[in-house]
């Protein structure tokens, strides 16, 4: 059983292109991350949410939305992509927000943009 | 904000040898210290955590040591093996906030 689970696992297209990436959890955590990793390997907190609500919003160009329909699911649509966007993004869950709760990822998307 | 530092970039050492990857932060309000282990296009796996009030912690091979008033924390990798070549990750929070994690270190086990 994967625990967190994303997709698309690979994801092509042009520039100015919109696309989505769902995420999914059957863990009962309350909260949900989204990462981004370079190509540096730099692993970068994108968003949190907790409860379907937003709790970190980090500096982030709006062209990301992310979007949470329950606990278990947090969606990440990202318009007009642009060249930079190109990295591998994860999805994360964790019991709680916080506290030193262990984090859990997703097996990621590598976004490629053309 | 939180800063991790994570040194060094990278480690070759020779298989059977032992590892230690360090990380410093720069908030002393920072309380629980993960490790990542992440293999070539594979997701990120906790191998090991450290709370604020646990000054060393052992699983079997790997151990992480935790000094609060230098504000650094240690990986120690013994008895290495080709499989334990990955990135691994520190990183650091406290309360309610989401974790902040160093830039990796590269490490290779040569047979």
């Known amino acids: 059983d994967t625990a967190v689970s994303q997709t698309p696992k690979y994801l092509v297209t042009q520039m100015g292109n919109d696309k989505s990436i769902k995420c999914e959890q059957n863990?009962?955590?309350?909260?949900m991350y989204w990462y981004k990793q370079d190509s540096k390997k730099f692993l970068k907190i994108m968003f949190s949410?907790?409860?379907?609500?937003?709790?970190i919003n980090e500096t982030v160009p709006n062209r990301f939305s992310p979007k949470s329909p329950d606990k278990a699911h947090l969606n990440l649509h990202i318009n007009s992509l642009e060249l930079g966007d190109s990295a591998v993004y994860f999805c994360a869950s964790s019991q709680g927000r916080g506290l030193g709760q262990p984090q859990h990822f997703g097996d990621g998307t590598r976004l490629s943009i053309l | 904000g939180e800063n991790v530092e994570q040194h060094p970039s990278t480690l070759s050492v020779q298989e059977g040898d032992s590892a230690v990857i360090k990380c410093t932060y720069s908030d002393s309000a920072s309380n629980y210290f993960p490790w990542y282990k992440q293999e070539l296009g594979k997701r990120p796996q906790l191998i090991i955590d450290?709370?604020?009030?646990?000054g060393e912690k052992k699983d079997q091979r790997i151990a992480v040591t935790l000094n609060k008033t230098a504000k650094h924390f240690s990986l120690h990798i013994t008895e290495t093996q080709p499989e334990d070549s990955a990135v691994y990750f520190c990183?650091?929070?406290?309360?309610?906030?989401?974790?902040?994690f160093g830039k990796g270190t590269m490490l290779l086990v040569s047979p």
């Open positions: 949410y907790n409860n379907k609500e937003l709790i």
């Open positions: 863990l009962g955590h309350d909260t």
């Open positions: 450290i709370r604020s009030n646990v």
């Open positions: 990183a650091a929070s406290k309360g309610y906030s989401t974790l902040t």
